[in-house]
T-cell receptor, first 113, second 113 residues
């Protein structure tokens, strides 16, 4: 069972377009992280959102945490080829053996010139 | 400062063999986590070590084990390899866990034939 559902799974757009990717769950998170992973590399932390309703901006990337702390979105303005990669959301969720970092399956983004 | 170093980068093993992967965290980081990444399942949590103690464990069979040394370096061992163990194995280090964010290594690509 995937605790964090990300959509869309794949996204192919042209340079200059805007896009939004989503991360949803039926669970409530204390906080949530977004990572970007490029081919052949490990994920790189982009942001941590903590407060329900919080909005954080990182240059052309805008991250929003839902009011109920069950969902989050990432909006990219004027996408560039350098934004290409796998975008992953992650949250600390309680399992049988304690808290563990759970990842969504990710949104694979391709930005073409 | 040096990032998270994983060795080796690539590995080919035969079914039934065992393998040991190594991870050197960022200096000062006491938490080391291991993840398995496959196209079908995405990133799956294996276990986390903090100050030489396993703090949490994911839902993987006992063939997967790990340990952490006093200098925070960590090793992961997989015994009796199966074809399905082919994956990218990622190590992440953190000062103390989720709230501090995780820094990932580039991973070890394991292929079981």
């Amino acid at each position: 069972t995937q605790l964090l559902e990300q959509s869309p799974q794949f996204l192919s757009i042209q340079e200059g377009e805007n896009l939004t990717v989503y991360c949803n769950s039926s669970s409530v998170f204390s906080s949530l992280q977004w990572y970007r992973q490029e081919p052949g590399e490990g994920p790189v932390l982009l942001v941590t959102v903590v407060t329900g309703g919080e909005v954080k901006k990182l240059k052309r990337l805008t991250f929003q945490f839902g009011d109920a702390r069950k969902d989050s979105s990432l909006h990219i303005t004027a996408a560039q080829p350098g934004d290409t990669g796998l975008y992953l959301c992650a949250a600390l969720l309680l399992s049988n053996s304690g808290y563990a970092l759970n990842f969504g399956k990710g949104t694979s983004l391709l930005v073409t010139p | 400062k040096a990032g998270v170093t994983q060795t080796p980068r690539y590995l080919i093993k035969t079914r039934g063999q065992q393998v040991t992967l190594s991870c050197s965290p960022i200096s000062g980081h006491r938490s080391v986590s291991w993840y398995q990444q496959t196209p079908g399942q995405g990133l799956q949590f294996l276990f986390e070590y903090f100050s030489e103690t396993q703090r949490n464990k994911g839902n993987f069979p006992g063939r997967f084990s790990g340990r952490q040394f006093s200098n925070s370096r960590s090793e992961m061992n997989v015994s009796t390899l199966e074809l399905g163990d082919s994956a990218l194995y990622l190590c992440a280090s953190s000062l103390a866990g989720f709230n501090y964010g995780y820094t990932f290594g580039s991973g070890t690509r394991l292929t079981v034939v």
